[in-house]
């Protein structure tokens, strides 16, 4: 944690997860809350309906960053290479706003509205910024990269509190 004088504008900094210390099992949430997993999976694929993959990715990878969840960022830069996803593009998305020619205008707002909800407790989600992923995306559109948004950080918290592994892919398993 960055300390500051004001404890409200204390920032998180980006961390190494408990993942990356030997920590003892934790549970296994699929399994524990098997309701709770099996409706967040239905939300998932409901928000990824109709939406581009590369774009599904370039999110997921995107809040997976922010979030310091490394479990899921292996996961999906692993499937966006998978789909053909450029490397370059892949070693870019940290770095999007400095990098911008390696993204369309279309995932720039995507990306921008991705940390602005990531965030949202910084400085919640700014009118011009929503207003950018809206010029670019119809409601139905911007709607469900909204809801991909949200499981992303759903599952990027489930990985950290239940400390997953970077590499082991359990979705298989499900």
């Known amino acids: 944690m960055i300390m500051t004088d004001n404890a409200h504008t204390a920032r998180t900094a980006p961390h ?13 949430f699929a ?3 098997p309701k709770a997993f ?9 928000a990824r309906e109709g939406l581009d993959p590369a774009l599904v990715e370039l999110i997921q990878i995107r809040a997976s960053l922010l979030n310091g969840c490394v ?23 940290g770095v999007w706003r ?9 995932e720039q707002a995507a990306l921008a509205l991705t940390e ?19 010029r670019h995306f119809d ?4 709607a469900r990269i909204l809801a991909l948004i949200f499981t992303i950080n759903t599952w990027n918290r489930i990985a950290l509190s239940t ?12």
């Open 98 to 106: 400095e990098a911008r020619r390696f993204f369309t205008e279309k």
């Open 71 to 93: 479990y899921c960022l292996h996961m999906h830069t692993s499937d966006a290479r998978k789909a053909g996803e450029d490397e370059a593009r892949l070693h870019m998305i």
């Open 116 to 134: 602005a909800v990531t965030l949202v407790s910084h400085d919640g989600v700014p009118d011009d910024v929503y207003a950018a992923a809206a």
């Open 139 to 142: 409601e139905p559109d911007l």
């Open 38 to 46: 099996k409706a967040l999976i239905g939300f998932d694929a409901a």
């Open 163 to 174: 400390a997953k592994v970077a590499g082991e892919d359990e979705r298989a398993a499900h």
């Open 16 to 28: 190494t997860p408990a993942t990356a210390h030997h920590h003892a099992p934790r549970l296994n």
């Open 31 to 33: 399994e524990a809350a």
